[in-house]
Structure formats: C-alpha cells, structure tokens
C-alpha cells in the first residue's frame, strides 16, 4: 500500500520542531534530551486555550507543523489522532474527584476527557468537517495510528493528517503505567503524489517481529518510554532522506513494515 | 464501496443476553431501564445495567484483563454462536488475516476510579493488584476480545465517544479493502462508571426518569451498558439475502466540544456520505435508527438533519428508551439491532415517549410495526461533534 509523505514534524524533549531535530535525528550530533518546547498552539482562540488540555495541545501543535509545513489547507486532509491513554491528566483529576466527597466533576473536564476531544478542539479550529477518528493501541499505538492512516489514505483518495502524542500520567497512575514523557509527531500522507511529496511509503504487514534498537541510547530510551515516540525509527529515515525499510511492532505474529523511498534530494528541510 | 457482509453478530445489555433478547424486549415494548442502583452512587436517574456480571470474572491466562468492561466484552462474545462463527472463519482464513477493531468511550476506567478509592493512606500509592494496561487503557477491550477470541490480524480501539463503535465498521471496510486482511471483528463495549455517570450529571444531562426521546417534553439521557460484535467479511463469503454492511460515512460537526451544530450539520453530512458510498437515494431507506439521545439537543439537531435530507416520509426512531444510551457501544447496538429490523421486517417505536415535539419535521414512530424492511440507515453522533451513520441492508437484493 503506497502512500506520499508531503509533511512531517515532530516533538519532544529537547525536539523543538523538524528542521531544529534534524542534527540528533541524523546523528550528526548526540540526543541529549532538554526541556519540552512551549507549545505555540496559535489555531486555539484564548478561551479553548485555557480550556485545553496538554494533550489538545500537543496533538494540535504537531498537527498544525506538519499542516504548515507543505502548506496545505488544514481543514482539508481526513485526521487520524492515535494515543495511548489521550489526556492522563484530566483522566487522573477526574478519578481523584470521583474518590473524593463531591463527584460533580466539572463539565470542562470531561468532555476534556474524552479521547476525541483533539479532534473536536482541531475541527473547531480549522473548520474541518472531515472524518477524524482518534484511536488507541497500547504501546503499538504508532503502529495502529499509521495502519488507520495509510488504509484511510489509500482508500478513500484522502489526504490524511496523522498525530501521534501521547503525555505521561502524574503519580499515582505514574506508577501503574509509566509514559516517560511528553512526545508527539505529525504526518501529512497524499493518495497521490503532490509537488511537496517527499517521499513514498510503502506500508505493508509482515512476519518481521524485531525492531532495531535506534542506534543513539538517549532515543532508545525515548523510543520504548513513550508509546507515540514508537515512531522514531520512521523520523530518523526521513530526517537522512534515506531509502530503507523501518519496523514498527504491532499486533504478533506481525509487524508493520514501512519502506521508504526519498522522492527529492533534500527531504523534508 | 463494495458491500461487506455481516455473517455473525450479538448483542448482550440490560435487555438481555444475545441479540435475541434485544429482539424479543423490542416486540413485547419491555424497557431495560431502571432506577439507578449502580454500586453507591446517588444519583436520581435511570440505567441499563446487565446483570450478573459478578459471576463472569475472567479468569485463566487473561485474568490481569478481569474488570468490568471485559467482563461485558466476554459475557457478550459468549452468546449467539458468535465464538463459532469466528472458529469457522479462523479455519477459512486464518487468524492473522482476521481483524479486531472495537469502539468504547471508556474502557474500563471503572476499575481506576475504585483503585483511586482505595489508595494507601501513607504513599498515596494505588492497590498493587491494579493493572492499568488490561483493563483501562483505551485498547484493554480490543486486546481482550482478540485474545479471547485467538486473533492476530490488525487490531485496535476507536474512541470517539459516542460513534465510537460505528466508527470501528468503517475502519473494517478501509482494511478489507486495502487487503490486509480477510475479515474483521468488529465491536463496541462501555460499561457503567461513575465517570459517565458523574460526567452526564454535571452536564445536567441526565433525566430523572427513563428518557424520552424526541418528546416534547425530554429532559435527557439515561445511560445503559452494552457489549456488541459484528463479524464482517466479503460478500462472496456469504450466502445471497444474509445481511450487509452497503455503506458508511464520517464527519465531524466543526462546531463546539459537547453540544451538536444546532442545525445537524455534521449529522447530514455523515448520512450523505453514508448513502453514497451505499448508492442509495433517500427513498430507498426504509428506516432510520435515530442516534436519539432525548436530550434537547441532540434530539433537535438530528431532527432538522434528518428532515432536511429525507423530509417527513421515512419512518425513525430512536432505541434507547430501551437500553439506554450505551456511549461507546451504541453504534454496535443500534447497526445489529438495525439489522435484525431488516432480518425480522419490523420497525421499533420510540419507548417513553408521549408527545412529539412539535418543533420536529422528521416522521418519528411512536408505535412499533411489522413491516419489510429494505434498507436501515444508523445514526450514531459524539461529543466533540464526531459524526457516523452506518446503512445496512442485504446481499443481491
């Protein structure tokens, strides 16, 4: 199944955006981490600004990136939000309410709290009335998120735009399931290929189970501690402009292979 | 798009186990509703709870999954033969090329909420019995039901609040048709919480008494709990007259976070899409299962969304003065009950409710019919204005 790749972004610890990620990414210097870039979250109006939470934030500014990146119209492309546990913090707020003494939660919170609320807050947004669907797949949520997006892609002749994120849970659900930190990163997939296509994605099932570890440990470690940061792999063959093929682990006995083929001598920068 | 057809499927909720239940329960105009007696919370409303599912813990090799939700999803792959149905396609296909794709709003946060009761008083540490990943995380239930099932193909939740388990056959049809597999089990389950509960109480959603759909007088919503499954799989895999899957469509209403584009907007726009990829002209709908919430505004926006593209001719209705409003399984429920609609020529009317608001256009059914049935189309709207109808008919015809 081919796809074409008109955008690409990315955050994270110390990955304020593509093209300033691009030196760790290729390994042209070391990951070292950082602090979490301040979002921009320039589409939100200030009223859904403060009623936002992290989460709408982040799945918003790596979709708006990627969006502005090739230009397009963002209510255009059909949306694929894919995270593991969405918002972990009003989730985690509104299970402390409910074991407290009054358990009227605030409204804000959960309709904050539904997985789809990124989808609602970006259509509003942009004024999309697009298909968007928001979907979760544990720590193989990458894998399902760009399955949901290519099948989409290919069959409906859609552009669609893809936002992984996913933010850790505060203590105590920390413990239970530890997400190490906030990650996000945002695909922009064509059906055909565009003058911004900068590469073709064969997406395809196969019985290779293993994925390499990334050779630079600090994005090992960023890569197995978040579910959304499963991605990495893929970013760091797009950020060489390389050819080659990257494995996401999926559901076993089966992985999702992804094959890429640079279109451009420059890639995305 | 090319039918898919459904050669399995069952339902299991407050009106009973198997989708059989729901069929009797909608002849005999027998509600699945009752005063709120859903563990210690107080509440005045009314729910569908199902029964007994204390006594179906998980157990075995899955029992890190036991909680409430996969106690629904289990108690519900149990009934109408559908463990056989998917044993059958297993052996045609085999299991990597069978899909699992399930809708739920909440998963199993019911759990979460009760470790957070029981918190130790000194570290703040939640019981060290609780497992997070099986049981609440958004694909707990997926991974439950394809493990419980023996699948390997591709697998994940939708959780789009309440299309959620409409939205699971659309992304079906995209993976049967891109090849990647040979059949999906699709589903959707949500059970009782206090989440939903609280939530829909603070939104002063929530009627005091069983609600009402399209009644004039409608006050809001009663929540039930449901667990459906549909196994999809080619047409040609079918025998001619079994029930399909014709089309879908998708939308979001750009509008606001919890409440419909008052003008059904995005609503129309999913039905449009839905008819279609089915290839079919409004008339040809026989019935429309209305999303149907009996809050105000639901109920007044699908109205003028339904009224404006089919006028005032086709019969509809919405189900959940029986079983309540199932959140992340009503799409599932409200396509099979959809289906048997077709398989059984009837046509539900709408429990509970008296008086027609007057503001409505559409031709709502008050009574229950027996009359054939051609072609249904289901409606199913969440919040954050997330919009799918499903149209359901038969092979050949």
Same mark, same amino acid.
């Given at each position: ?11 994270g610890p ?19 981490g950082?602090d979490l ?14 009623r936002a939470g992290k989460s709408v934030k982040l ?17 255009? +492309? ?5 995270s593991s546990s969405g918002d972990t913090e009003v989730l985690s707020a509104i299970c402390e309410s409910l074991a407290g003494d009054d358990r009227m939660i605030s409204p804000t919170r959960f309709h904050n709290s539904v997985h789809?609320a +990124? ?17 979760a797949c544990r720590e193989v949520t ?23 994120y996913d933010i850790p849970f505060p203590f105590p659900l920390s413990a239970a399931e530890p997400i190490a930190t906030a990650f996000g ?36 470690t960023l890569r197995l501690g978040v579910p959304a940061a499963h ?39 | ?35 709120c007696d859903f563990m210690d919370a107080e509440l005045?409303t009314?729910i569908?709870k199902v029964?007994g599912l204390d006594d179906f813990a998980v157990t075995g090799t899955l029992a890190q999954y036991d909680c409430r939700n996969n106690r629904l999803a289990q108690l ?26 399930m809708?739920t709003s909440t998963s199993g946060i019911l759990l979460t909420e009760q470790a957070f009761r029981q918190r130790d008083s000194e570290t703040g540490k939640l019981p060290d019995s609780f497992h997070y990943t099986e049981t609440h995380e958004l694909s707990a239930v997926a991974e439950f039901s394809?493990r419980y ?8 939740a939708?959780s789009?609040a ?27 389950v949500d059970s009782l919480c206090f989440t939903t509960l609280y939530g829909f109480a603070s939104l ?19 929540i039930?709990e ?101 959140l992340g ?69």
């Amino acid at each position: 199944m081919k796809v074409y790749l008109d955008a690409v972004s990315i955050y994270g610890p110390g990955l304020p955006g593509w093209e300033a990620s691009l030196p760790p990414l290729r390994g042209e210097m070391p990951y070292t981490g950082g602090d979490l870039p301040a979002f921009a979250c320039t589409l939100l109006p200030a009223t859904e600004r403060r009623r936002a939470g992290k989460s709408v934030k982040l799945a918003m500014e790596v979709a708006q990136q990627a969006a502005r990146q090739c230009g397009i119209d963002p209510a255009a +492309p059909a949306m694929v939000f894919a995270s593991s546990s969405g918002d972990t913090e009003v989730l985690s707020a509104i299970c402390e309410s409910l074991a407290g003494d009054d358990r009227m939660i605030s409204p804000t919170r959960f309709h904050n709290s539904v997985h789809n609320a +990124p989808a609602g807050y970006w259509s509003i947004a942009v004024g999309s009335r697009q298909p968007s669907n928001s979907i979760a797949c544990r720590e193989v949520t990458a894998a399902a998120g760009m399955l949901e997006a290519a099948t989409q892609c290919v069959v409906e002749q859609t552009p669609v735009l893809l936002a992984l994120y996913d933010i850790p849970f505060p203590f105590p659900l920390s413990a239970a399931e530890p997400i190490a930190t906030a990650f996000g990163a945002a695909l922009l997939l064509q059906p055909q290929q565009t003058p911004h296509s900068r590469f073709c994605l064969d997406v395809e099932l196969t019985a290779v189970t293993t994925t390499e570890p990334l050779h630079d440990s600090e994005f090992e470690t960023l890569r197995l501690g978040v579910p959304a940061a499963h991605l990495l792999p893929l970013l760091q063959q797009l950020a060489m402009n390389a050819a080659g093929t990257v494995v996401l682990e999926y559901i076993e006995p089966q992985s999702l292979q992804l094959t890429v083929t640079p279109l451009s001598q420059k890639g995305f920068s | 798009m090319t039918p898919l057809a459904i050669t399995s499927s069952t339902l299991t909720n407050s009106l009973g186990r198997g989708q059989y239940a729901t069929l009797n329960a909608l002849r005999d105009n027998r509600s699945g509703l009752r005063p709120c007696d859903f563990m210690d919370a107080e509440l005045a409303t009314w729910i569908g709870k199902v029964d007994g599912l204390d006594d179906f813990a998980v157990t075995g090799t899955l029992a890190q999954y036991d909680c409430r939700n996969n106690r629904l999803a289990q108690l519900g792959l149990q009934q109408d033969r559908f463990i056989d149905a998917v044993e059958n396609a297993k052996a045609r296909y085999g299991s990597n090329r069978i899909a699992v794709i399930m809708g739920t709003s909440t998963s199993g946060i019911l759990l979460t909420e009760q470790a957070f009761r029981q918190r130790d008083s000194e570290t703040g540490k939640l019981p060290d019995s609780f497992h997070y990943t099986e049981t609440h995380e958004l694909s707990a239930v997926a991974e439950f039901s394809r493990r419980y099932l023996g699948l390997t193909g591709p697998s994940m939740a939708i959780s789009t609040a309440c299309s959620s388990s409409a939205k699971v056959f659309a992304s079906a049809q995209r993976l049967i048709a891109a090849g990647l597999c040979d059949a999906a089990v699709v589903g959707g389950v949500d059970s009782l919480c206090f989440t939903t509960l609280y939530g829909f109480a603070s939104l002063e959603l929530v009627s005091p008494r069983p609600c009402r759909p399209a009644d004039a007088n409608r006050d809001g919503i009663s929540i039930g709990e449901a667990a459906g499954f549909a196994l999809l799989e080619r047409v040609a895999a079918a025998p001619a007259g079994g029930i399909a899957l014709l089309g879908y469509g998708e939308s979001t209403d750009a509008h606001h976070m919890s409440t419909p584009h008052p003008e059904g907007l995005g609503a129309r726009l999913a039905m449009e899409r839905a008819l279609q990829r089915a290839g079919l002209q409004t008339d040809e709908i026989d019935y429309i299962n209305l999303h149907g919430t009996a809050s105000k505004s639901n109920d007044g926006a699908e109205d003028k969304a339904v009224a404006g593209l089919f006028g005032s001719r086709t019969p509809c209705s919405s189900t959940k003065g029986w079983t309540g409003h199932t959140l992340g399984a009503a799409g599932i429920t409200e396509a099979i009950i959809g289906s048997l609609c077709i398989e059984h020529g009837f046509m539900p009317g709408s429990l509970n409710t008296e008086t027609v608001d007057p503001a409505f256009s559409s031709r709502i059914l008050l009574h229950s019919r027996n009359q054939a049935v051609r072609h249904v189309v289901s409606n199913s709207f969440g919040f954050g204005g997330n919009n799918c109808s499903v149209v359901l008919g038969r092979i050949g015809a």
